[in-house]
């Protein structure tokens, strides 16, 4: 294992947040890295269609996760399929830096980003774990192509259960969707497309049990205002639930979270350890792409002014905004980092 490389800026997780951070971050002349444990984007891979990311009327979410990545890259580089395994903030005697230690290596910060976003919440049922991946799926984008005219139910009510069922339904599946409730939560614009498509929906409802064999081949539903319970014959468990906050490394640095498990995070992105910053989903809210790149580029120049005031003006330049600078000359930095730096 390769020891302790050093960074002015480490981010945790290559989201549309993380991203965003780790481009700010290089491009304000920070020595800097994104490190991901799967592949950048995060969960809006998953996204069918985003329609509300300015300047895009209709993107998917992988696609939109790509060009992100594309354009970060030119700038800052993301280790994907590198799993963090423990972050660890060190004292004077170590000049004050935090250690994050992967699955292939060492490195050493003067910052961290987390931004390690939200996993899918799970339902609960009976046979959700025993099916995953033999009928039962978090993600109609990735699986929904195997369902094609066969019958699925979509379980949830927020917006992503609606873009999911939406989704389902355009490409050939026989889709309802089942809520707990006789209300959904999703926003107007969606419900009044789903009313479109014709979607049927299942109030009220909630499904205690996932059944089959080799595959799913039914659920159990129960009715909670009628209180009967039956049996519906599927073979597709799409799970939208919402999600949970995924604070596992936020918690080993003691940074604190609220009842939810989220992030809490100043306006400036600021957690309550000192040089640690927190961007995206993690931090809860109005969870969208474009909030998320918006705290991302928050964080990242937070950062940044933190290390000008312990550190004065005299932080490298990484190397990618050096190859940028060549290539296009000054205009591509800014004029203010070209003179903070050289
Ligand atoms: P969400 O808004 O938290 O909705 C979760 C849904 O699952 C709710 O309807 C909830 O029911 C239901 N639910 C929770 N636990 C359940 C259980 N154990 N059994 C049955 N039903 C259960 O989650 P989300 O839809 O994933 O959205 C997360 C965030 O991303 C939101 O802020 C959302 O606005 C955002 N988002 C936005 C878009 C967009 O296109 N703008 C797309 C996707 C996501 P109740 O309603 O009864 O609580």
Redesign the pocket.
Known sequence: MKRDKNYDLIVVGAGPAGMTAGMYGARSGLKALVIEKGISGGLSNE?PE???YPGFMRVGGMELAEKMKEQASEYVEIKELEKVKTIETRGKENGENVLVVTEKGSYVTKTAIISTGTKH?K??AIGEDEFLGRGISYCATCDGFFFRDKPVIV???????V?EALYLKNIGCVVTLI???DK????PY?QNKLEEAGVPVLWNS?VNEIKGDKAVRSVVKYDKKKEIENELPIEGVFI????EPVNDLAAQIGIKCDKNGYIIADKNQRTNIERAYAAGDITGG???VVVACAEGAIAATSAYNDLLETNQRDLPLDERPRERLAKYGAEALGEEKVKING
Not at 155 to 161: C, H, K, L, N
Not at 240 to 243: F, K
């Open positions: 996204a985003i329609e509300n919440r339902l609960g379980v949830g009510g927020g917006d992503s259960a873009r809520h707990r409730r959904l939560r999703a926003e969606l909630v939208s639930v919402g999600e109005v969870r969208q």
